[in-house]
């Protein structure tokens, strides 16, 4: 097996022994992005300069006896939407170009802390409004399992990186199924954590109540690694958890028998493709042949979640990306008046669908709607959470596909936007209750694009959820890389 | 027609905490321009706020101080609109669940004293600063416009009364004593020139013993308690001239100039501007558990409308209780350990708000290095009381004991100030004096009896001053008449 290929839990084994060194992985994971960037362009910045000497420093501490865990010395990727003190940071717009932060986000600086490499910033939808990487002002990421296609979204480039092997893990935010559905699109696991548990300073917020950062990874015991670094109370953040943490390390090896796996009954049918149900009704049987009771679960409410937050959402993105007037940073439209000047800069700084976005948010907010838009968003989003609490009364943990579809074409939904938001049916209950929710790759269909399965939990439930998805991981023994014509370094 | 003017008034607080209200930099009047600010009060992206726990005991301190009831939970909103020193585009503040609600202050004009109701008291953080410059700094005109995001962030509280108020000196009254609340808690600097106190009004009129509300005007700008009361004056009599003329008036926001003494519409209808509140997703609802809230009302000093209350209580008129009650706290100190220490609570209020007062004015000391203790108020009380000095002498006493020469009794005998109290020395000056002026006691003689004046006058300058001029009077009519 190739250097890129390795996960963070092997990479750390060989470095350990002294049979490789941190840079280098680096340099593997280096040379693999300047063989695929050209087609997948998964990456807005790579810091080659920055992440060679942080990997000269870690081989430096490993050498002297410090060892910072098991990141030390993993080159992995952030998403462009996570503040790096001195790095280009853009969430994809052009509002935000050439944008240097003057500090780093928590889990920037957690990263550097655990010892890991930064390698670069990777590419997303433009404020992490998108399914399919293509809102990116700075051009579409494509899926290295078929370069046609979309690597999913918003995390697209972060998919993209860990699938083909330019970063050994990456981090993604998940507002409504960022990280679970690219994932899925490329066939590596994507979690995002319990809402609260990942300090959200210096994330470019898109939906406050929404986002969350979480990893992207090639295997389960990876995203448990990262997500233990990353996660745990940050002061800057008042909406962060301060109470006691799960252990998603834990129950890894601890198999499934005797739990109970709710199979969630809305999430399939019309829309789903039939190799996803096939993939995922498959995945199931293997669960219950291995000792998990399961059932069907109905949860009535997840037909409205969509609508709900279509509207959660924009509201908030309407409110967070007022900020971006063109007074303080970013790009400054011309204009004589103070108005006119914020009012070019927005028009020119902002893509489509942001656009769009923060004009239905403004709307839903507006007096005289607010109660029929917000308003009555907020209350389905609350009834969602008792939906939520009514089934993990009797189940331990929800299964579904994560996305309804593979991979999709690239430019295929662009101009229909209905069609665009669908691509999140699966993934947006967990973002409207808080939850956790991990896809995890479990087989190809017929084009050879891979299928991923959710396992969702409650509340700070990660470590039963990580269980199941280490066993899906294991009883999947889904193996296959992608093949991408690789282009000489 | 008769009318009746309705007034409510918003009054913003700047708090002295140390730091914003939702990151650590300072809070720092006149510092130079952007120094104090950081990714979170810059609105940079990625940051979050966090809020300032002292400022919210603050808040509920003013709240309890206003007779408000504190509410268990509270919720932050955000208020949307674009300006260019409004960092995020919107300013986190307080919409339907303030922090307190429903209070009072009892305001006291002309001797009529009326309940001037709360609505509520709510949390919310500054702007940055505009300065517009070019073209007499007007906005319309201005050619650039500078930005200083010092103030951005700091924690305001916003107490906002019911449409109580009838009259601008009521008005003006109702501002001053909420200062004068702020100002005893320490909440803030309560400096209106530095706009740490501000104020705008709702200014509406209606024919006396109507029931509904009229038209309802706010009127910002004002930066003294003298201009508010002006601007509420001015623009009531302008409302009654309008209708009077048979004219309508409009909802509106208008601004008051000082200079020519008028206000003038801004031209932003009330009511146009939609701030889309909506909870503010990066903050917990606060939520002020019974037990600290009673940790804060405990910690609440004395306020001025209980401490004049006391005052009177202890047998100061009302004016003398009003003037002293607003004193410097230190002065106050020496008030109370001088009534400790036995003096009269009459005659030590006296020298405080009096003489010592002044000596603060014209010396500009700070009244915290005001060198003098209740106990020697009390002893200069005492002095007078027992004659040892004279009340004119006794000035001179406070003003040696002042400038650190000693206790009264002991400045007293320095100055050579202590009055005669021997008879016979008072005798033998007398002597003197009449030996030295026989044409006035001829002058008495012949009927004219102010002559003694003229003779008083003379004992007491060879006396220096120390004899007691009653006694010398007495004595003089006494001789002239034997
Ligand atoms: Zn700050």
């Known amino acids: 097996m190739t250097l890129h290929e390795l996960t963070i839990a092997e990479a750390g084994e060989r470095l350990r022994a002294r049979e490789v060194s941190s840079s280098d992985l680096l340099e593997a994971a280096l040379d693999r992005a300047s063989r695929t960037e050209a087609q997948l362009h998964a990456y807005l910045t790579i810091d080659r300069e920055g992440a060679r000497e942080a990997a000269r420093k870690a081989d430096a501490d490993l050498a002297d006896g410090i060892d910072h865990g098991p990141l030390h010395g993993v080159p992995v990727a952030l998403k462009d939407n996570m503040c790096t003190r001195g790095v280009e940071t853009t969430a994809s717009s052009q509002i935000l170009a050439g944008y240097i932060p003057p500090y780093d986000a928590t889990v920037t600086r957690k990263l550097k802390e655990a010892g890991a490499v930064i390698v670069g910033k990777t590419n997303l939808d433009e404020f992490a409004m998108g399914s399919s990487t293509e809102n990116s002002a700075y051009g579409t990421s494509y899926n290295p399992w078929d370069i046609g296609r979309v690597p999913g979204g918003s995390s697209g480039g972060s998919a993209a990186a860990v699938a083909i092997g330019s970063a050994f893990a990456a981090l993604g935010s998940d507002t409504g199924g960022s990280i679970r559905q690219p994932a899925s699109l490329t066939g590596v696991v994507g979690m995002k954590p319990t809402y609260g548990t990942v300090s959200r300073y210096g994330l470019i917020a898109f939906a406050s109540s929404l986002d969350q950062i979480g990893p992207l990874s090639r295997s389960v015991q990876d995203a448990a690694l990262m997500l233990e670094a990353i996660w745990g109370h940050d002061p800057l953040d008042a909406t962060s958890y301060s109470g006691s943490y799960?252990?998603?390390?834990?129950?890894?090896?601890?198999?499934?028998?005797?739990?109970?796996?709710?199979?969630?009954?809305?999430?399939?049918?019309?829309?789903?493709?039939?190799?996803?149900?096939?993939?995922?009704?498959?995945?199931?049987?293997?669960?219950?042949?291995?000792?998990?009771?399961?059932?069907?679960?109905?949860?009535?409410?997840?037909?409205?979640?969509?609508?709900?937050?279509?509207?959660?959402?924009?509201?908030?993105?309407?409110?967070?990306?007022?900020?971006?007037?063109?007074?303080?940073?970013?790009?400054?439209?011309?204009?004589?008046?103070?108005?006119?000047?914020?009012?070019?800069?927005?028009?020119?700084?902002?893509?489509?669908?942001?656009?769009?976005?923060?004009?239905?948010?403004?709307?839903?907010?507006?007096?005289?709607?607010?109660?029929?838009?917000?308003?009555?968003?907020?209350?389905?989003?609350?009834?969602?959470?008792?939906?939520?609490?009514?089934?993990?009364?009797?189940?331990?943990?929800?299964?579904?596909?994560?996305?309804?579809?593979?991979?999709?074409?690239?430019?295929?939904?662009?101009?229909?936007?209905?069609?665009?938001?669908?691509?999140?049916?699966?993934?947006?209950?967990?973002?409207?209750?808080?939850?956790?929710?991990?896809?995890?790759?479990?087989?190809?269909?017929?084009?050879?694009?891979?299928?991923?399965?959710?396992?969702?939990?409650?509340?700070?439930?990660?470590?039963?959820?990580?269980?199941?998805?280490?066993?899906?991981?294991?009883?999947?023994?889904?193996?296959?890389?992608?093949?991408?014509?690789?282009?000489?370094? | 027609?008769?009318?009746?003017?309705?007034?409510?008034?918003?009054?913003?607080?700047?708090?002295?905490?140390?730091?914003?209200?939702?990151?650590?930099?300072?809070?720092?009047?006149?510092?130079?321009?952007?120094?104090?600010?950081?990714?979170?009060?810059?609105?940079?992206?990625?940051?979050?706020?966090?809020?300032?726990?002292?400022?919210?005991?603050?808040?509920?301190?003013?709240?309890?101080?206003?007779?408000?009831?504190?509410?268990?939970?509270?919720?932050?909103?955000?208020?949307?609109?674009?300006?260019?020193?409004?960092?995020?585009?919107?300013?986190?503040?307080?919409?339907?669940?303030?922090?307190?609600?429903?209070?009072?202050?009892?305001?006291?004009?002309?001797?009529?004293?009326?309940?001037?109701?709360?609505?509520?008291?709510?949390?919310?953080?500054?702007?940055?600063?505009?300065?517009?410059?070019?073209?007499?700094?007007?906005?319309?005109?201005?050619?650039?416009?500078?930005?200083?995001?010092?103030?951005?962030?700091?924690?305001?509280?916003?107490?906002?009364?019911?449409?109580?108020?009838?009259?601008?000196?009521?008005?003006?009254?109702?501002?001053?004593?909420?200062?004068?609340?702020?100002?005893?808690?320490?909440?803030?600097?309560?400096?209106?020139?530095?706009?740490?106190?501000?104020?705008?009004?709702?200014?509406?009129?209606?024919?006396?013993?109507?029931?509904?509300?009229?038209?309802?005007?706010?009127?910002?700008?004002?930066?003294?308690?003298?201009?508010?009361?002006?601007?509420?004056?001015?623009?009531?009599?302008?409302?009654?001239?309008?209708?009077?003329?048979?004219?309508?008036?409009?909802?509106?926001?208008?601004?008051?100039?000082?200079?020519?003494?008028?206000?003038?519409?801004?031209?932003?209808?009330?009511?146009?501007?939609?701030?889309?509140?909506?909870?503010?997703?990066?903050?917990?609802?606060?939520?002020?558990?019974?037990?600290?809230?009673?940790?804060?009302?405990?910690?609440?000093?004395?306020?001025?409308?209980?401490?004049?209350?006391?005052?009177?209580?202890?047998?100061?008129?009302?004016?003398?209780a009003g003037v002293l009650s607003s004193s410097p706290v230190e002065v106050r100190d020496i008030f109370e350990a001088a009534t400790a220490a036995g003096a009269d609570h009459r005659r030590a209020a006296n020298w405080l708000v009096g003489e010592v007062t002044a000596w603060l004015r014209r010396t500009e000391t700070d009244p915290a290095k005001l060198p003098l203790g209740g106990e020697q108020l009390a002893e200069l009380v005492e002095i007078v009381d027992e004659g040892v000095v004279s009340s004119s002498a006794a000035k001179v006493v406070l003003e040696g004991v002042l400038q650190g020469e000693g206790s009264p009794r002991e400045v007293a005998e320095a100055r050579d100030l202590v009055q005669i109290s021997d008879m016979s020395a008072i005798e033998e000056i007398v002597a003197k004096v009449l030996a030295d002026n026989p044409e006035a006691v001829d002058s008495y003689a012949a009927g004219e009896e102010k002559v003694v004046g003229f003779l008083v006058g003379q004992v007491m300058t060879a006396s220096r001053g120390k004899a007691d001029p009653k006694l010398v009077s007495e004595l003089l009519r006494k001789k002239l008449s034997s």
């Open chain 1, 246 to 489: 799960p252990n998603p390390s834990a129950a890894l090896d601890d198999g499934v028998s005797g739990l109970k796996v709710g199979v969630v009954k809305e999430l399939a049918g019309e829309g789903y493709e039939p190799a996803v149900e096939t993939a995922v009704s498959a995945m199931v049987d293997k669960l219950s042949d291995a000792g998990a009771a399961v059932v069907e679960v109905s949860l009535p409410t997840f037909d409205i979640a969509l609508s709900a937050y279509y509207l959660i959402a924009p509201a908030e993105a309407s409110a967070n990306l007022a900020r971006f007037d063109g007074v303080r940073y970013g790009h400054r439209g011309e204009g004589a008046t103070t108005e006119k000047l914020m009012a070019r800069t927005r028009a020119e700084g902002f893509g489509p669908e942001v656009t769009r976005r923060v004009l239905l948010g403004t709307y839903a907010l507006s007096a005289g709607y607010y109660d029929a838009f917000y308003g009555q968003a907020q209350k389905v989003r609350s009834a969602i959470q008792e939906d939520f609490s009514r089934a993990y009364g009797s189940v331990d943990v929800l299964v579904s596909p994560t996305s309804p579809t593979v991979a999709f074409e690239a430019g295929a939904r662009v101009d229909d936007p209905l069609a665009m938001y669908l691509s999140d049916i699966c993934t947006i209950p967990s973002n409207l209750a808080g939850h956790p929710a991990i896809s995890i790759p479990i087989g190809l269909d017929e084009q050879i694009l891979p299928i991923g399965f959710q396992v969702m939990a409650p509340a700070l439930g990660e470590t039963v959820m990580f269980q199941v998805a280490a066993t899906v991981e294991s009883l999947a023994g889904f193996t296959e890389r992608p093949v991408l014509e690789e282009l000489a370094s």
């Open chain 2, 1 to 320: 027609m008769t009318w009746e003017s309705v007034i409510g008034i918003e009054v913003h607080i700047e708090l002295s905490t140390s730091s914003k209200m939702f990151c650590g930099c300072a809070v720092e009047f006149g510092a130079e321009p952007n120094t104090n600010i950081c990714p979170v009060c810059l609105g940079l992206p990625g940051a979050l706020p966090v809020p300032n726990r002292k400022a919210i005991e603050w808040i509920m301190a003013i709240g309890l101080a206003l007779n408000c009831e504190v509410s268990e939970r509270s919720v932050f909103h955000r208020k949307n609109y674009f300006y260019a020193d409004l960092p995020k585009g919107y300013q986190i503040s307080q919409f339907d669940i303030p922090v307190c609600h429903d209070g009072y202050l009892d305001v006291t004009v002309d001797g009529e004293t009326r309940r001037i109701e709360i609505e509520r008291a709510h949390m919310e953080e500054d702007t940055g600063k505009s300065t517009h410059v070019g073209d007499g700094g007007r906005i319309h005109a201005a050619e650039s416009t500078l930005l200083d995001f010092n103030r951005s962030g700091v924690p305001l509280v916003e107490v906002v009364s019911r449409p109580d108020i009838r009259s601008a000196a009521e008005a003006r009254a109702y501002a001053q004593d909420l200062r004068a609340v702020v100002a005893e808690l320490g909440a803030s600097d309560v400096r209106l020139e530095e706009g740490s106190v501000r104020f705008d009004a709702n200014v509406s009129i209606r024919p006396e013993g109507a029931e509904g509300l009229g038209t309802k005007v706010e009127v910002k700008n004002m930066n003294s308690f003298r201009s508010l009361e002006r601007a509420v004056e001015y623009e009531i009599e302008r409302q009654i001239s309008v209708v009077e003329a048979g004219g309508e008036l409009t909802q509106e926001t208008r601004h008051w100039d000082e200079e020519a003494g008028v206000t003038h519409s801004m031209r932003i209808k009330e009511g146009s501007s939609d701030y889309r509140y909506f909870t503010e997703p990066d903050l917990a609802p606060m939520v002020m558990s019974a037990s600290w809230v009673d940790e804060v009302r405990v910690g609440l000093p004395e306020l001025p409308a209980e401490r004049k209350a006391r005052y009177s209580n202890e047998g100061l008129d009302s004016d003398l």
